[in-house]
């Protein structure tokens, strides 16, 4: 009977011990995807995905893999361009990462240049006359950061929104057959706000970290309460372009999805900003923020 009971409780903690392990590593395996802006990578080729079905175009795998690549190759470079300048132990997981992993992260980067540069001869060449423009502004924004003052570097959060949404509007609309139409320049209006809302609410948590490891930010430069102001501007129009199209136009139901989950990121970028207590906890603010551009593929079930 005792004996019973004592193998019982064994395999019991046995079990509970196991679970925790298994919590653990995936705990640790999705934070490495996160340091490694692989979550990021999965939100734009999803939001391509869905501004492809809204534009009722249909992107090759090819464009996808494209995509992805072209991601993690610039946010790469600006992780270990970052963790490069910090002469010091980086103090944010990401950069103290890529300082860690730096050789082994640069010797990945290199290989998948290089097969990014064979995957050019499989892509059609309007999609690559596009690419080669967004490479070369991509280049100019890097040179820029690294080249003007310090002091200068208002534009930063801007052009990072601007050329993530470019970038992920670019495969859409090289298969687009019709010219743009207003619809589609508010969509592409909303899409770069919510990116910029997210990259400066990340800076304002990260304000502290930023300053230690010598990192300039809007925020920063222009102070917590503009950059506050930049993020809630930018809510308020999205949700204003929604009230009106969803109120005012005669629009169909594929732009109607769409708004509604531009609605639901945008809300859920304010929540962060208004309750930063509890987002500050576990980086909650970075896994929700990100995940906000997983959001359409609920738009993907019904497009």
């Not at 991509?138 to 949404?165: C, D």
Request: glycine letters at 4%.
């Amino acid at each position: 009977m005792y004996s019973k009971i004592i193998i019982k409780t064994r395999f019991i903690c046995g079990f509970f011990v196991f679970f925790r392990k298994a919590v653990i590593q995936v705990k640790s395996f999705f934070t490495l995807i996160r340091i490694l802006s692989l979550d990021v990578v999965v939100g734009a080729c999803i939001s391509s995905m869905f501004i492809a079905s809204y534009l009722q175009v249909c992107i090759p795998v090819l464009h996808l893999a494209a995509l992805a690549l072209s991601v993690w190759l610039i946010y790469t470079a600006d992780h270990l361009a970052d963790a490069y300048q910090v002469k010091h132990t980086a103090n944010s997981n990401r950069h103290l990462y890529h300082q860690q992993h730096f050789c082994t992260l640069s010797i990945i980067f290199l290989g998948l240049l290089s097969g990014g540069m064979v995957l050019l001869f499989y892509l059609p060449a309007r999609l690559i006359s596009w690419g080669l423009l967004l490479v070369a502004l991509v280049g100019i924004y890097f040179l820029s950061i690294r080249l003007l003052p310090r002091s200068k570097n208002y534009y930063k959060e801007g052009m990072s929104a601007l050329l993530y949404a470019v970038g992920v509007f670019l495969s859409p609309m090289s298969l687009y057959p019709f010219a743009w139409s207003m619809d589609i320049v508010l969509v592409f209006l909303q899409f770069v706000l919510l990116a910029l809302a997210n990259l400066m609410i990340f800076a304002l948590y990260e304000k502290n970290l930023d300053e230690k490891d010598g990192h300039l930010s809007f925020v920063l430069l222009a102070g917590t309460k503009k950059a506050g102001w930049v993020v809630y501007g930018c809510l308020v129009i999205i949700i204003l372009i929604v009230i009106i199209v969803v109120t005012v136009w005669h629009a169909q139901q594929p732009l109607l999805l769409t708004q509604g989950i531009f609605l639901l990121m945008a809300i859920t970028l304010l929540l962060i900003m208004l309750f930063p207590v509890f987002f500050q906890q576990k980086e909650r603010y970075r896994i929700i923020g990100d995940a906000v551009f997983l959001f359409p593929v609920l738009a993907l079930l019904f497009l």
